[in-house]
């Protein structure tokens, strides 16, 4: 088991950049994921194996790795990117699938 | 498009059991692996289980292996996700997700349902 941990909040103003970090020993080994999560709809995947991002995500989101510690920018920030963001990650045989606790993006 | 909705959500009392459902449409289910998550306004997001697509092959977190258990019904695009000796601390909102298990110890969630409540109280 592992754990990834994440600043609880984050404030911004409209047209800033925020950079999320989350921490772990596994994610020098292991990718990392980053999810989007806004009240009373469906989590959306942002950032795959630590840089990618899926079809459809704006080129504002991007992810960055470090050695031990991950990071979700969002350029230009605007009023629809306030949400809960988490970062995944799992373990060498996908036996131990974690998330970070959730950082509390709000946009000023 | 990808859909996945969540069912079978509600009040139980503390002991009690439920079964939740998650129809999926808009790809081929049996491809793909399917996974539970839930979430709570105090821990997050919390991993639960995940089911393989056509051998059925499950893991289970250990925060809720030997009370939950995931199954799947290909013919009819169906995960459901058995939940005994539920308590207090079960009380989230329940996803269902599409997931990808890769060659090399990827895995991730890359469509999620809206999610179905459940609330465990007396």
């Known amino acids: 088991s592992f754990d990834l941990t994440q600043p609880p909040s984050l404030s911004v103003s409209p047209g800033q950049t925020a950079r999320i970090s989350c921490s772990g020993d596994a994610l020098s080994k292991q990718y990392a994921y980053w999810y989007q999560h806004k009240a009373g709809q469906a989590p959306v995947l942002v950032v795959q194996k630590d840089t990618e991002r899926p079809s459809g995500i704006p080129d504002r989101f991007s992810g960055s790795n470090s050695g031990a510690t991950v990071t979700l920018t969002i350029r230009g920030v605007q009023a629809d990117d306030e949400a809960d963001y988490y970062c995944q990650s799992t373990d060498a045989s996908s036996t131990h699938v974690v998330f970070g606790g959730g950082t509390k993006l709000t946009v000023l | 498009q990808v859909q996945l909705v969540e069912s079978g959500g509600g009040l139980v009392k503390p002991g009690g059991s439920l079964r939740l459902s998650c129809t999926a449409s808009g790809f081929t289910f049996s491809d793909f692996y399917m996974s539970w998550i839930r979430k709570t306004p105090t821990k997050g997001l919390e991993f639960l289980s995940y089911?393989?697509?056509?051998?059925?092959?499950?893991h289970h977190a250990d925060s809720v292996s030997g009370r939950f258990t995931t199954s799947r019904d290909n013919a009819h695009n169906s995960l459901f996700l058995q939940m005994t000796s539920l308590t207090p601390d079960d009380t989230a909102v329940y996803y269902c997700?599409?997931?990808?298990?890769?060659?090399?110890?990827?895995?991730?969630?890359?469509?999620w349902g809206l999610g179905t409540l459940v609330t465990v109280s007396s």
């Open positions: 089911i393989s697509g056509h051998s059925g092959v499950t």
């Open positions: 997700a599409r997931s990808y298990k890769g060659r090399y110890s990827e895995f991730f969630f890359d469509h």
